[in-house]
Every structure is written in C-alpha cells, then in structure tokens.
Nanobody, 111 residues
Framework: VQLVESGGGLVQAGGSLRLSCAASGFTFSTYTMSWYRQAPGKERELVAVIRRGGSTNYADSIKGRFIISRDDAKNTVYLQMNSLKPEDTAVYYC??????WGQGTQVTVSS
C-alpha cells in the first residue's frame, strides 16, 4: 500500500485548498478512505471518511466547510477545504482502510 498526499501549503484565513492522495498497491475502489489531521501538541483526529459507494461522514469541526470525494478511476481521494480557519492548521494524513497511512502534508492557515 502506498499513499502520497499533495496540495498542502500556506493560505490565509477564509481561503481554500484541495488536498489529493494518490493510492497504489491495493484495490482502491473497495477501500474506505479517510483524512485525518494532527495539530502540534494534539492527538491525530479523524476529519472525513468516504466509503465504497461514496457515502461520507465528517467531523463536526469541519462540517459544511470541507468535502471529501474520490475518483476510483484515478485511485485518488480528495479533500476540498473551504473557509479555512487558523485552527485548521495541521499535518493532514490520508488513510486507507483505517490501517495504512501516507506521509502527510502540512496545511498552515494564517490569521
């Protein structure tokens, strides 16, 4: 299993970013995919989940601002992040099947 995140960066509060996670080494379309984040000094937390078939769940802290999606033809999962807040600053990780992790991508939101 290989997961490679991209799309992180520095953005002002109120801005948007789209994270991508390119997957390989497993049958992507059959896996539940998720995004987690970890801020400095805090535990890793679940941000969003998308299951086989497309059903989703979101953490309350980002509901209405972030959208998770997947493209099974491209073996890629996305996280569209809108109306970003400084408290969204964290390393964002892609996860496959709640067991395999990418290396993470830094998102920094300035006030």
């Amino acid at each position: 299993v290989q997961l490679v995140e991209s799309g992180g960066g520095l953005v002002q509060a109120g801005g948007s970013l789209r994270l991508s996670c390119a997957a390989s080494g497993f049958t992507f379309s059959t896996y539940t995919m998720s995004w987690y984040r970890q801020a400095p000094g805090k535990e890793r937390e679940l941000v969003a989940v998308i299951r086989r078939g497309g059903s989703t769940n979101y953490a309350d802290s980002i509901k209405g601002r972030f959208i998770i999606s997947r493209d099974d033809a491209k073996n890629t999962v996305y996280l569209q992040m809108n109306s970003l807040k400084p408290e969204d600053t964290a390393v964002y990780y892609c996860c496959a099947g709640y067991a395999s992790w990418g290396q993470g991508t830094q998102v920094t939101v300035s006030s």
